[in-house]
Structure formats: structure tokens, C-alpha cells
């Protein structure tokens, strides 16, 4: 019987598995998982997206500048057509341009360091036992506070 079981890199992780080894269970392997920091993408793709857009503040200000330019366009040389357009494309650049800023802004002050201590994120365990100890291993990780338990016979 193999049960895996997920813990936070803590004392109750080595609370666990002494406690395990005091009552004859040693087949034990835990699998430190470390921290995969990188720096954010600013465009999202076809596959993933944090919900953070960029381009709708200038979709905003494209229905506004190329209303107001087209309007204005009646009366310069170009005509409504072309003022239209130019006022759309300038409104979506603009709009771009302005959400880039506000996310820099905000963000440079969130650079990620990796402290010694915070390497890795989670433990997990694989722990080989009989099936009649299974009930014993179960309530030792859940009193050490364990994240997941999985059990495969």
C-alpha cells in the first residue's frame, strides 16, 4: 500500500516523519518541489491568461477618439473615414501605452527574491506501508498538518 501525502516545507513535516519512524515505519521518500520564480509575461497567450488585459483601456479610448475624430472629420480635409480610423488607432496605442506604464509602475517594487529559507514549496511523501497500518499513517500526517492525502493499493 503506497499512500502519498503533500506537505508545506515545515517542522510538522519532520514531526511526521519521526513520528512514523518511531512506530516502524521506514519506507519513507519525500521529494523536495522548489519554487519556480520567474518574471510575469506582460501579453498573455491562446493558453494561459492571469485576467489582466491590455488592450481594453485602449479599445475605450479607440470608440472615443475615433467618435470624436470622425466627427470632427466632417468639417477637415482628410473626411470621417480616415479621421475615424486614425483616432481608433491612436486611441488602442494610446490606451496600450498607458496600461504598460500603470503595470511597470506598479510592479517595480515587486521584484521576487528567493530567501534561503523559502527555496521550496512543498514536500511530498511517499510512504510504503501494509494495509494495516494504514489507519495509523493516515491520522499521523493529518495531525502534523498535512495539505493531501492519496492512497493506492
Keep these: 500500500m503506497q499512500i502519498i501525502a503533500t506537505y508545506e516545507h515545515s517542522k510538522y513535516l519532520e514531526l511526521g516523519i519521526t513520528e512514523l519512524q518511531q512506530n516502524g515505519i ?17 501579453m498573455d497567450t491562446i493558453h494561459h491568461s492571469d485576467g489582466r488585459s491590455f488592450l481594453d483601456f485602449g479599445f475605450l ?17 482628410w473626411g470621417p473615414i480616415y479621421w475615424g480610423l ?51 499513517v493516515t491520522d499521523i500526517l493529518t495531525r502534523n498538518l498535512v495539505l493531501g492525502l492519496a492512497m493506492l493499493e
Design 26 to 42: 521506514t519506507d519513507i521518500f519525500a521529494v523536495p518541489i522548489k519554487k519556480v520564480m520567474k518574471n510575469p509575461a506582460i
Design 86 to 136: 486614425i483616432g481608433g488607432a491612436g486611441g488602442v496605442i494610446l490606451g496600450f501605452l498607458i496600461e504598460i506604464v500603470k503595470f511597470k509602475i506598479k510592479n517595480k517594487d515587486k521584484k521576487v527574491k528567493i530567501k534561503s529559507k523559502d527555496k521550496f514549496a512543498e514536500v511530498i511523501l511517499i510512504i510504503n506501508c501494509e494495509k494495516e497500518k494504514m489507519d495509523l
Design 61 to 77: 479610448l479607440a470608440v472615443v477618439f475615433s467618435t470624436i475624430l470622425a466627427c470632427r472629420g466632417l468639417v477637415w480635409e
